[in-house]
T-cell receptor, first 113, second 110 residues
Framework: DGGITQSPKYLFRKEGQNVTLSCEQN?????MYWYRQDPGQGLRLIYY???????QKGDIAEGYSVSREKKESFPLTVTSAQKNPTAFYLC????????????FGQGTRLTVV | EDQVTQSPEALRLQEGESSSLNCSYT??????LFWYRQDPGKGPEFLFT???AGEEKEKERLKATLTKKESFLHITAPKPEDSATYLC???????????FGAGTTVTVRA
């Protein structure tokens, strides 16, 4: 089945540690995105990538980093510089055209302990 | 900057009681308006894309419409399984990113 796979589903991190969230898609989509969702708030864009080896900062990129070495994969690293990392993280992908919808994975819930 | 405002924040309906959700937007050159459904603890599920004013899309009990400034999601004769948070998003002509509203949480009581 085609889709977007995020792992792990739940992640616990100690303060001061970096963690990496995985996102893989087999939809042959060019564009991939990372969003953060907090209770009562809309999805906020962290980073997005339109093509392999290229990515752009979104609205809340501070404290996060990404890479796009393969078309299928877009991992997100939450660094120790991110002051409030506890949130629900969502990865999405879409075809190359700007008119097309994005499809989402099932999310990773990150908790700092 | 693209902006999306959804209202109301929450909507409680009796089974069979039809209602509408609103999504107001400002965007430079609309490339698409998107509706999603999100269940608790899950990723958003794509419902509809609307491209131009006057366009309508339907799926089961849901119907989405679009004007130049807003979109409506009409829920006709809802059932408890329609309970979810409904998200609206827009993409403008400036870049690839999707800008989301905060969502409307719909609860349908049997």
């Amino acid at each position: 089945d085609g889709g977007i796979t995020q792992s792990p589903k739940y992640l616990f991190r100690k303060e001061g540690q970096n963690v990496t969230l995985s996102c893989e898609q087999n939809l042959n989509h060019d564009a991939m995105y990372w969003y953060r969702q907090d209770p009562g708030q809309g999805l906020r864009l962290i980073y997005y990538s339109q093509i392999v080896n290229d990515f752009q900062k979104g609205d809340i990129a501070e404290g996060y980093s990404v890479s796009r070495e393969k078309k299928e994969s877009f991992p997100l690293t939450v660094t120790s510089a991110q002051k409030n990392p506890t949130a629900f993280y969502l990865c999405a992908s879409s075809k190359g055209s700007m008119n097309t919808e994005a499809f989402f994975g099932q999310g990773t819930r990150l908790t700092v302990v | 900057e693209d902006q999306v405002t959804q209202s109301p924040e929450a909507l409680r309906l009796q089974e069979g009681e039809s209602s509408s959700l609103n999504c107001s937007y400002t965007v430079s050159g609309l490339r698409g308006l998107f509706w999603y459904r999100q269940d608790p603890g899950k990723g958003p599920e794509f419902l509809f894309t609307l491209y131009s004013a006057g366009e309508e899309k339907e799926k089961e009990r849901l119907k989405a419409t679009l004007t130049k400034k807003e979109s409506f999601l009409h829920i006709t004769a809802p059932k408890p399984e329609d309970s979810a948070t409904y998200l609206c998003a827009v993409r403008g002509s400036n870049d690839y990113k999707l800008s989301f509203g905060a969502g409307t949480t719909v609860t349908v009581r049997a």
